[in-house]
Nanobody, 115 residues
């Protein structure tokens, strides 16, 4: 049973923009925090941004001022708008959802930024 569906990754030139989307299944009860992590080849998975139900956001220092996270609670969807992309943003981006009962990961979407 697919719980999180991601979309929006791709190839973009440095300085470009992309928007990622992640929709959580209606079967997930009590979603609290939604967010994005990323993992570059040979590196650990790192936090990119999170957002709580009331809209409180948290960003990694490396993306502050360039990325914006938002969510639509009615649609169980979280977005990551990425501006001024850099080659070092290249990674697989994973959606992450924390509910009152469990946590869930998306399958990952590749973002590649060419120089």
């Amino acid at each position: 049973q697919v719980q999180l569906v991601e979309s929006g990754g791709g190839l973009v030139q440095a300085g470009g923009s992309l928007r990622l989307s992640c929709t959580a299944s209606r079967s997930i009860f009590g979603i609290a925090i939604m967010g994005w992590y990323r993992q570059a080849p040979g590196k650990q998975r790192d936090l990119v941004a999170t957002i709580t139900t009331d809209g409180t956001t948290n960003y990694a220092d490396s993306v502050k001022g360039r990325f914006t996270i938002s969510r639509d609670n009615g649609r169980n969807t979280v977005y990551l708008q990425m501006y001024s992309l850099k080659p070092e943003d290249t990674a697989v981006y994973y959606c992450h959802v924390v509910s009152v009962l469990n946590q869930y990961w998306g399958q990952g979407t590749q973002v590649t930024v060419s120089s």
